[in-house]
């Protein structure tokens, strides 16, 4: 198989890094929360901890495929 040149259609694999609260409802459903930029945000739920954290990971790389991946900043402020 040749290899890729530039230009041509090559999947590209990505790591997001999105912050993520999880937290148990007071159904004893476990809920995990994400947003990935300002007024984008998914919400993954289910029986275990695990479980709310892989719901929430799709939910996650469907609204990337919909809409890209995040701009990343990082600011380091002298306190």
């Known amino acids: 198989m040749p ?6 259609d090559v999947a590209e694999s990505r ?3 999105v912050p993520v609260v999880v937290e148990r409802d007071e159904d004893g459903v ?8 300002p007024g984008l945000g998914a ?3 289910g029986e275990t901890e ?8 799709e939910a996650l790389t469907g609204l990337i495929e919909e809409f890209g991946v995040p701009r990343e900043l990082s600011v380091t402020v002298a306190a």
């Open 3 to 8: 290899e890729p040149r530039y230009g041509d």
């Open 15 to 17: 790591t997001v890094t």
């Open 30 to 37: 476990w809920c995990a929360h994400a947003q990935l930029r």
């Open 43 to 45: 919400h993954g739920e």
């Open 50 to 57: 695990e479980a709310a954290l892989d719901d929430l990971r």
